[in-house]
């Protein structure tokens, strides 16, 4: 597999030159209107050793220039990492930044005060003030970079995320309106029509029409309140029982402290969905499901008795994995032994 070439490496050594070119264009300048007049023979030895000490600067300013960038751009990472205080991190990275600038600067005093290139001495300051402009740069241009990344990265995470919200919601529809799913949910209310009371009836499409009123509602949403995804968990709930009757046990117990908290939405109704899902479920072996809060992370928990013919969890939890590493870069827990199984989901 091929690696991306990362241009912006490139882009901070073209800018080198650029910058080197364009703080000493004045020497450029001279010597292009020499050549283009006189040609080669029109420099004396003066005319040379200025033309040299213009191409030596610009080669040192193109050197600074590209340790900067490179520092601050890429090789200062290693800083962050450190499990140090912000403060110390960012005094070391200023201070390498100045060691990077003096070093510069004190070789340029010693290469051009021992050879003497232009004829005379040259003061230290000078090579202080001119190389200045050209820290400045390199340095902004690196954060430029960084932030112009981080802008592009946001905008590709918030394609990602719509993506993977649209491929849960499409997959909540899917199984809503399966043949699988409408024939039980039919065979259910007329069950209910035959042996029990029109209110019952009722209550039953009641629910069922708030499970689609909510996935329709939770379209153009990332989080939605615990309290919400709860009450589409109650309807969601309510259909399965009339499906499976006293077989499918739900125990839910939410201090009302977390219920203000977040969690994308049909995240809950996914885990249960996935345990009725791939769990055998009769009345010898009734499936139970708990929804608790462990260690301030929801815990959807159920006791294990895989079927046989399942095929394992599924894409949809690792859809909600998707979506909560693009949503609020943290990971979901999942918790397998040889009796249960557990997801915990970090509140927002």
Not at 100 to 118: C, D, H, K, M, R
Not at 144 to 172: C, D, G, P, R, T
Not at 298 to 311: A, D, G, I, M, R
Request: proline share 2%.
């Amino acid at each position: 597999m091929k690696r991306s070439i990362d241009w912006s490496l490139w882009f901070l050594i073209v800018s080198g030159v650029l910058v080197s070119i364009i703080l000493n264009l004045g020497v450029f300048k001279w010597a292009l209107t020499i050549v283009t007049s006189e040609g080669w023979t029109g420099f004396d030895e003066r005319s040379r050793l200025r033309f040299d000490f213009g191409m030596l600067v610009s080669l040192f300013h193109f050197g600074l220039f590209t340790l900067l960038a490179l520092f601050h751009y890429k090789w200062k990472n290693g800083l962050l990492n450190l499990s140090q205080s912000k403060t110390l991190v960012i005094s070391l990275i200023v201070i390498i930044s100045l060691i990077i600038y003096a070093g510069v600067v004190l070789l340029e005093v010693y290469f051009f005060n021992e050879y003497s290139i232009v004829g005379k001495r040259i003061q230290a300051d000078y090579f202080l003030w001119n190389s200045l402009p050209v820290a400045a740069i390199a340095i902004a241009e690196a954060y430029f970079i960084i932030l112009f990344k981080k802008v592009k990265a946001s905008e590709l995470e918030k394609a990602q995320l719509q993506e993977e919200k649209s491929n849960a919601q499409l997959a909540a529809l899917k199984e809503q309106i399966s043949p699988h799913f409408f024939f039980n949910t039919l065979s259910s209310l007329s069950t209910i029509v035959r042996n029990e009371k029109k209110e019952v009836g009722l209550e039953f499409i009641q629910e069922l029409s708030k499970m689609y009123r909510y996935t329709l509602a939770s379209e153009r949403q990332e989080l939605v309140e615990l309290k919400e995804e709860l009450t589409f968990v109650n309807a969601y709930l309510f259909i399965m029982h009339k499906r499976f009757g006293d077989k499918l046990i739900c125990e839910m117990d939410i201090p009302e402290l977390y219920l203000n908290k977040k969690v994308p939405p049909m995240s809950v109704q996914l885990l249960i969905e996935n345990a009725t899902q791939h769990n055998i479920i009769t009345k010898t072996s009734p499936l139970t499901i708990k929804i608790t809060v462990e260690d301030s992370m929801l815990s959807v928990e159920n006791n294990l008795q895989v079927k046989e013919e399942s095929e394992g969890l599924g894409l949809g939890l690792q859809n909600l994995t998707n979506r909560y590493s693009l949503i609020a870069e943290q990971d979901i827990v999942i918790l397998k032994n040889q009796t249960t199984f557990k997801v915990k989901l970090p509140l927002l």
